[in-house]
C-alpha cells in the first residue's frame, strides 16, 4: 500500500515537470517568427533614409554678374522658349557680332539681311552704299572681344528681346580705291563698346535671333 501511494507520488511529480517544460515551450513557440524578407526590428535599428540631394540649378542662372531686372528677364524668357540659356545665348551673340561686323565691313549685304532685321539692315545698307560712292573700302580687324555680358532681357508678349554689351578690340582702316589708308590704323586697335539687342519670337519653330538693334555702349 505505501509503495503505491509512493509510485502515486512521483508520477504526479513528474506530471507537473513536464507540464512545466511543456507549457513554457509552447508558449514561445507561440512567438511570430520573422520570416526570410521581414526584417526584424529587435535584430538592427531602423534605417533612417537620407534625404533627396536637392536639384541642380537650371543652366540659365549659370551667369554671374545679372542685375535683378535682368534675371527676371532671363527667367522670364526661359520659362516662354525651355531652349533658352544664358551660356548657349552668348556664345551665339559673340559669333553673331563677328560676322556682322565682317559682312558690314566687307559689304556682304546677303549676310547683313540674314542676320538683321529690316531696320537694322536698311541702316547697314546705306552706309555700305555711301562708302562705295565715295570708292572707299574698310580693312578694319576685330582683334579681341574682351567682354561680353547682357545688359537687359525683356519678354513683351511673344518676342523676346536681349540686349547684350560687346567690349572689343577693332582695328580699323579705311583705304581708297588704289588702296591708300585714308582714316585710321591696323597698328592701333580701337576699345569699343557695343550694345546690340537681338530678339526671337519664342512661339517661332526657328532657333535663330536677328539683330534688331545696335547702339554705342
Avoid at 76 to 81: G, K, L, R, T, Y
Amino acid at each position: 500500500m505505501i509503495e503505491i501511494i509512493i509510485l502515486a507520488m512521483i508520477a504526479a511529480f513528474l506530471g507537473l515537470r513536464l507540464y512545466s517544460v511543456l507549457g513554457q515551450r509552447a508558449e514561445h513557440e507561440e512567438e511570430a517568427v520573422p520570416q526570410r524578407f521581414e526584417p526584424d526590428e529587435r535584430a538592427a535599428p531602423p534605417v533612417h533614409k537620407q534625404p533627396a540631394p536637392a536639384a541642380a540649378p537650371k543652366r540659365v542662372l549659370q551667369a554671374d554678374g545679372l542685375m535683378p531686372t535682368v534675371e527676371r528677364g532671363v527667367r522670364a524668357i526661359a520659362a516662354a522658349d525651355p531652349r533658352f540659356d544664358i551660356i548657349g545665348f552668348l556664345e551665339g551673340a559673340k559669333g553673331a557680332y563677328g560676322m556682322v561686323l565682317e559682312a558690314f565691313w566687307t559689304g556682304d549685304r546677303a549676310v547683313l539681311k540674314e542676320l538683321c532685321d529690316d531696320d537694322v539692315y536698311a541702316s547697314f545698307a546705306a552706309a555700305i552704299d555711301a562708302r562705295e560712292a565715295l570708292d572707299h573700302r574698310l580693312d578694319n580687324r576685330l582683334i579681341r572681344i574682351e567682354e561680353t555680358h547682357i545688359h537687359a532681357a525683356v519678354l513683351d508678349g511673344r518676342m523676346a528681346r536681349v540686349s547684350v554689351l560687346f567690349v572689343a578690340d577693332i582695328a580699323a582702316v579705311t583705304r581708297d580705291k588704289d588702296g591708300n589708308v585714308v582714316a585710321g590704323s591696323l597698328d592701333d586697335a580701337v576699345e569699343s563698346r557695343d550694345i546690340w539687342t537681338f530678339s526671337r519670337d519664342v512661339r517661332s519653330s526657328s532657333p535663330d535671333w536677328v539683330l534688331d538693334e545696335t547702339d554705342e555702349g
